[in-house]
């Protein structure tokens, strides 16, 4: 069965600080692996997307790595702004399937 | 581009009325629509697959009667939650992708969501 589970499952960090989340994902065989940002009572943007050859990938603050070997993704937020507050969700997708496969999210608070 | 609509944004309903809700791809066809339901504090879970012109597949434990999904066209499918009750209450996401040639990683683009309240 493929999963994808997230850690931590929340965080508060305060503003200007950096953190890590971690993906891990038994998803076989992988295509890509996307980390979206869900604002609360929105849909989820898509913050960056990466394939099997694809180790690092930045966007603004935002950078996710991607290890295929050991299934493990993270996503480091830089320099943290309030409205970095908000649930971040890992998505992996396989070859053979269109349907993605879902992390629980890690909810992301910043504070002043 | 590819931006995805839904409409409405949020609803309030008296139990056992329906409810439809519209999800609409604005700058690109959509050969395959996806319906998400979600619940406080988790992710999303997926209800249905609908493709233009043919009938929805469900997930397991997704009643279709009670949700009936229609895809009349390349940019509009819609979700109405028929006889609703208060456990319907949920935040609904619907996501499009795009056809072939359009983007590499075969992506889904999700809606904003729409915020059902059942009383």
């Known amino acids: 069965k493929n999963q994808v589970e997230q850690s931590p499952q929340s965080l508060i960090i305060l503003e200007g600080k950096n953190c890590t989340l971690q993906?891990?994902?038994?998803?076989?065989?992988?295509?890509?692996l996307r980390w979206y940002k869900q604002d609360t009572g929105r849909g989820p943007v898509s913050l960056t997307i990466?394939?099997?050859?694809?180790n690092t990938k930045s966007n603004g603050r935002y950078t996710a790595t991607l290890d295929a070997d050991t299934k493990q993704s993270s996503l480091h937020i830089t320099a943290s702004q309030l409205s970095d507050s908000a649930s971040y969700i890992c998505v992996v997708s396989s070859q053979y399937d269109y349907k993605l496969s879902f992390g629980a999210g890690t909810t992301v608070t910043v504070r002043a | 581009g590819a931006v995805v609509s839904q409409h409405p944004s949020w609803v309030i309903c008296k139990s056992g009325t329906s409810v439809k809700i519209e999800c609409r791809s604005l700058d690109f066809q959509a050969t395959t629509m996806f319906w998400y339901r979600q619940f406080p504090k988790q992710s999303l879970m997926l209800m249905a697959t609908s493709n233009e012109g043919s009938k929805a597949t469900y997930e397991q434990g997704v009643e279709k009667d009670k949700f009936l999904i229609n895809h009349a066209s390349l940019t509009l499918s819609t979700l109405t939650v028929t006889s609703a009750h208060p456990e319907d209450s949920s935040f609904y996401i619907c996501?499009?992708?795009?056809?072939?040639?359009?983007?590499?990683?075969?992506?889904?683009?999700f809606g904003p969501g729409t915020r059902l309240t059942v009383l």
């Open positions: 990466m394939t099997f050859s694809e």
């Open positions: 996501s499009a992708r795009a056809r072939s040639g359009t983007s590499s990683y075969n992506e889904q683009f």
């Open positions: 993906c891990n994902y038994t998803v076989s065989p992988f295509s890509n």
